[in-house]
């Protein structure tokens, strides 16, 4: 199982250099959340560690958004990994061709047309307009409070879709 920055930095990396496709931080959230979501279903296990929270605009997995949020709406320019497919060194082959797969199918949707998507699934919903609950957040050492969308909720949700 990997962290989440490892698959954003693969998915950004395939984006950029099979593609040619520039993605914002929205855009990439909403990917991730589907690819956690397609992982499940696929192997039953989660494709990252991070949790998934349910914020305003949709699906966001927080170490990620904290690492690109200074490109704001805009494509995250990648130049950041050596164009030599160092982005997909970390990722097994079984995982990067379920990951790439649906890659291709993402890769016209816009970010908005996936939160559109996102905002009228039961995952999101159900994690959104529940009780925010606190957890002690080690990176920081403080509490926080969250909405959390749980794996058990995607995988149930996306196996019968």
């Known amino acids: 199982m990997y962290n989440a920055l490892e698959i954003a930095d693969y998915v ?21 959340y589907f690819l956690q979501a397609n992982h499940l279903v696929i192997t039953g296990r989660p494709l990252f560690v991070d949790n998934i929270e349910a914020w305003d ?11 690109y949020r200074i490109y704001g ?43 559109s998507i996102i905002h009228n699934q039961k995952p999101w919903k159900d994690a959104y307009y529940s009780q925010a609950y606190e957890i002690f957040d080690r990176r920081y050492g403080n509490w926080k409070k969250i909405k959390v969308i749980p794996n058990k909720l995607l995988y149930e949700y996306f196996k019968e879709s």
């Open 73 to 115: 709406g805009g494509s995250i320019p990648y130049n950041l990994i050596d164009k030599d497919r160092e982005y997909s060194q970390f990722i097994l082959s079984d995982d990067r061709k379920i990951i790439s797969e649906l890659l291709n199918e993402l890769q016209d949707y816009s970010a908005t047309a996936l939160l």
């Open 12 to 32: 950004l990396g395939y984006y950029s250099f099979e593609r040619d496709i520039n993605i914002s931080n929205l855009k990439l959230q909403k990917v991730l």
């Open 57 to 67: 605009f949709g699906p966001v997995i927080y170490d990620v958004y904290r690492k």
